[in-house]
């Protein structure tokens, strides 16, 4: 492509020059194609929430821990430092790390199977000792990586290749909404609940993300960004029937906004 | 003739413990055996009636199958080797407590979150016992699809006869095959409850009750007396092999699972060659058959174990041959299968070339 | 007869289903038979294959690297089972598709323009079953009739309306095939 003529009559190297840049990668994340599938917001989230780390300069000061999902490989992508935890484990990994280095901004990044099934007492009891990380949480309702399975935030009815029959609550269980489980406990400062699917959204995830990290520098307390999100793949749609199904389905049954914030905040 | 069909291992499994009249099934998603929860949610409940419950973790599911056991039922889990590692602190209270069930381990490459391809790494957590304390598991190792339809059935008999944990070892690779498998006839559910089952007190009759605390350190030791009664017992009646060519055989082959499989073949076309294979096949990996390995040893040149770790069951034949002849070792780890050629070139330049 | 094959090609081809369809030939006409497929991330849009083994005997290792016959339908499957294949041995390939076709001489090549022949029918996803009459007609594993069957048997009863195209796609597959 470089060095050739195009229809508008300007060459590849006069296009791309630094007056004509309006948007770029974020430092922070690294040179390498996504696995994700197409339109899956786990890269918008990544995206995201590197564009804050370096906006707010903290390249140098973040930890991140990755879980095990499809995002389990997240190390590849994110240009900090990170450490992989076991499923489920990440919050105790992340409390380990935050005790040694309080000073340091540290994160999780967890599925909705990560953090509200198998890890869920991990996530409670660091919640509930105030431990003062972030902890993202992509609520994409099913294992991704597993191939379709049934999550803690299955929607009731909802068909899994493990609710064969759409989920039935009598049996198993009904949706999680584990933040706002989570606002209840004293030593959580922020809790609030965000959508990558449409631009405002993203803008707004964007925004909670930032302030999250803010609070943490303020040593404020746990901080949970949700994330309603989506899974093409398994849910065997395309990505805009995904994304519609997360504004008619998802959305009305996790409804977007705040669900705690500091009490400094609201003065 | 029961019914023949062609099924995957992992289905096979499935629909084996649907038939063996097996009362709930908890686990949790993980690959290379997700088809087990899957199948089962699709079609248990519906014919059988059987409970089947997504458990939120693996710690979580062996303890639902502590509880369900403890009621006298027929129960099972599955997982592969990262979730296997979880439920051991489960296996010891299920041991301890002397509750029937079965489980399967879908072995998967390791250490750690490892790969999913198939592996053979999780030996010595089978069968030298992953958790704490003095226990053991009977493990029974199928090689084909076949076996873990019968093993199912097998496992629930023995499970019940030595009221104690048992397990399927197995792996990815005879998870995801498809082979022919007979199927036996649906079995009913059980309705007779054990005498120790926890199902509410009876009138005027004492309180049942299932533990793993035994404080006073006499009364824990007669509980471990007890289990190392029946683990004699089961070394003297319930080791289960498979032997082919033993007749004129210079050289043993050994494995056991998938390992055995491509054993089978590398000595196939080893006699092709003119070499006087043999090949023995442990079925049960505890309790592990001593004696036949101890008998054949004087009478043949070598043995050359093949499994897909880094010599894990060799110890034991090891242990067992007695330095009664040469053992050798050859494997591939993280979830490579080492191909029959590749065992047959490393039996000619370390055996016969080495004999030389 | 022991005949053991490797199917492979691009994820989405239908070479997994191809295998299995012949293990369950087999299995109709009561031969012992073995279907290993490659699992994992790897399938996610990029390569597939599948080992089949069908016998009259017990089936020793699932697992092989040398085969009778290798079927590609794609080029990164001919260029890593050509080497594979037994001397005498057969491969059957997708000559719409392989632009550099296998070269060995102490082989059997047979080159079927199955993607060209799906187009004809207009159904690029009978590509497989077009290969698969190739690969019956050329190494007589099993009968036609019975994979018909199989397929028959494990096509869910919602999909029997394709039926008559996979005939179709089966015997056009057949005719390439001059043995
Ligand atoms: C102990 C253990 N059990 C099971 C698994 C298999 N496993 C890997 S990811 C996953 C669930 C992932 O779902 P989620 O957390 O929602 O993440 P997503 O892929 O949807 O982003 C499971 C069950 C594992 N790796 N370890
Ligand atoms: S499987 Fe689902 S969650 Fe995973 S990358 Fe694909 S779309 Fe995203
Ligand atoms: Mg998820």
Redesign the interface.
Known sequence: MSGAPVEHGYTHEQICIPENLIYQRPGTLLEQEFHYCPGCGHSTAHKIFMEVVEEMGLEGEVIGVAPVGCSVFAYHYLNVDMQQAAHGRACAVATGIKRMLPDKIVFTYQGDGDLAAIGTAETIHAANRGENFLAIFINNGIYGMTSGQMAPTTLPGMVTTTSPFGRDTKTQGHPLKIGELLALLPGVAYVTRQAVDIPKNIRKAKKALQKALEYQKKGLGFCLVEIVSNCPSNWKMTPLESNKFVEEKMIPFYPLGDIKVPQEEKK | MGEIKLMKGNEALSEAMIRAGCDAYFGYPITPQSEVLEYLAREATNRTGMVILQAESEVAAINMIYGAAGCGKRVMTTSSSPGISLMQEGLSYIASAELPCVLANVNRGGPGLGTIQPAQGDYNQAVKGGGHGDYQLLVLAPCSVQEMVDFVKLGFELAEKYRGPVMILTDGAIGQMMEKVELFDQMPRKTDVPDWATTGRKKGQDRTYITSLFIEPEVMEKVNLKLQAKYKQMRETEVRYQTLNLDDAEYIFTGYGLGARICMKAMEIGREKGYKIGMIRPITLFPFPVDLYASIAPKVKAILDVELNAGQMVQDVILSTMGKTRVEFYGRMGGIIPEPEEILEYFEKQIIGGAK | MTEEIIFAGFGGQGVLSMG?ML??AG?IENK??????S???EM?GGTANCITIISDKM????????FDTAVALNQPSVDKFESRVKPGGTIIYDSTNILTPPTRTDITIYAVPGSEEANNLKNLKVLNMIILGAFVQARKTVEPATVMKALTSVLPERYHHLLPINQKAFEVGMSHIHN
């Open positions: 299995q293990a369950y299995m012992e038979v073995c279907w290993m497929p699992y994992g991330p996610r089936i020793s290792s699932p697992i092989i690297s040398r």
